[in-house]
């Protein structure tokens, strides 16, 4: 008999091992019934027991142990996704889930080593069944984390778009207040850091929601007009240096300048790139923009420690640093989204970013089409 067929004889003595097992490592707080638990490891078993029934050349081993499953059936896949998607909606967590496996694993191997022939034929079934098992722990432990971390995204989302009303309101509020010609010297000092604090609090909020939408699969929405690349660098010059003063940021504009772009956005990625080199960086800041009859170029270059060699793959990455180290300027602020928020930006006006990093400066350069078109 092979394992599969013993699988399929013992069903009911294996769901019953299982069912015991995957009650006590349920949430306190969750009672699954006899059914729901008893459903559940025949899906799991009649699956496996028939992944083992398929033909399987050595060639085909081998990518399964290495993780490529593209060779197995999408029925396979469904069930151990399936599975995933009921725990975790049931409340299990993911340490629970991988549990369950390790039982199911446990008990069916138990059971037929108390019947199977110790030869090689039963060997090679136990490794099948091994192969199986760790397919379908795979597809779960994987659909588990992405519904996780979408559920994640998805409340971030949500906080950062119920966040900019209030926010709103302490902004317009701090305006109103500093208008008032009575105020005291102290209240008025006292309303303009109500006024930065909250200016600081929306650039946050922004980026959050930006980042959550592009990790929920939405294109970060663009509106081209008719803009200066050169306006929105000298614009975004005086925005960087009124938040921090001792900035040293040189400008220089060649070359024509006049394009297609969503100019909030833009200047939203030259403010990101600016803040990153006052950061991140020392010395003096130099951006650069330079304009032909197609693209449009714009470097940010700054002096300092040059960044890891093994940080710049991942530099683009959300929530990660633009600079040497998490420890460098303490002053610094923010989520870690600003790099981050750079490549979305570049991306929807379908243009390109980059770093280049050494012991002579880093330097971030933008390129994108003169002429944006949505079509």
Same mark, same amino acid.
């Given at each position: 008999m092979t394992l599969s067929d013993f699988i399929e004889a013992n069903l009911d003595g294996l769901i019953n091992d299982w069912t015991e097992? $995957?009650?006590? %490592?349920?949430? %306190?707080? !969750?009672?699954?019934s006899e059914e729901q638990l008893r459903n559940s490891a025949r899906q799991l078993l009649a699956g496996i027991a028939a992944d083992m029934r398929e033909a399987q050349s050595p060639a085909q081993q081998l990518a399964k142990s290495q993780g490529d499953a593209?060779? /197995?059936r999408s029925a +396979?896949? @469904?069930?151990g996704r399936g599975h995933a998607d009921d725990r975790q909606s049931q409340g299990f967590e993911i340490r629970a889930l991988v549990a369950e496996f390790r039982a199911l694993r446990a008990s069916v191997l138990r059971r037929w080593s108390q019947t199977a022939p110790p030869d090689a034929a039963a060997f090679e079934e136990m490794i099948r +069944?091994?192969? $199986? !098992?760790?397919q379908m722990l795979a597809e779960s432990v994987n659909q588990f984390a992405k519904r996780t971390e979408r559920i994640r995204d998805l409340f971030a989302g949500v906080l950062a778009h119920d966040l900019r009303s209030p926010v709103g309101a302490i902004l317009h509020s701090a305006y109103v207040l500093l208008r008032d010609e009575n105020l005291s010297p102290t209240s008025m000092r006292a309303g303009a850091n109500i006024q930065r604090s909250a200016d600081r609090v929306k650039i946050m909020i922004d980026d959050l929601f930006v980042f959550t939408r592009? @990790?929920?699969g939405d294109s970060l929405p663009v509106e081209p007009t008719q803009q200066? +690349? &050169? @306006?929105?660098?000298? &614009?975004a010059v005086d925005e960087v240096c009124a938040a921090s003063p001792d900035a040293q940021i040189e400008v220089r504009l060649r070359g024509e300048l006049v394009g297609i772009c969503d100019g909030a956005r833009m200047n939203q990625l030259v403010v990101n790139l600016l803040t990153n080199a006052v950061q991140h960086g020392s010395g003096a800041i130099r951006l650069e923009g330079a304009g032909d009859g197609e693209h449009i170029t714009l470097t940010v270059s700054n002096g300092g420690s040059p960044i890891p060699a093994a940080a710049l793959p991942t530099l683009f990455d959300p929530l990660t640093r633009g600079g040497p180290s998490a420890e460098h300027k303490r002053g610094s602020s923010g989520m870690g989204l600003g790099l981050y928020i750079c490549r979305c930006i $570049?991306? $929807?006006h379908k243009g390109t970013?980059? %770093?280049?990093?050494?012991?002579?400066?880093?330097?971030? /350069? %933008?390129?994108v089409p003169r002429f944006l078109t949505l079509h």
């Open positions: 097992y $995957a009650r006590a %490592v349920a949430p %306190v707080n !969750i009672r699954l593209v060779h /197995t +396979f896949n @469904r069930v +069944f091994n192969e $199986a !098992i760790d592009t @990790r929920l200066d +690349f &050169g @306006r929105i660098c000298l &614009g $570049a991306n $929807a970013i980059a %770093v280049e990093s050494g012991e002579s400066g880093t330097v971030f /350069t %933008v390129q």
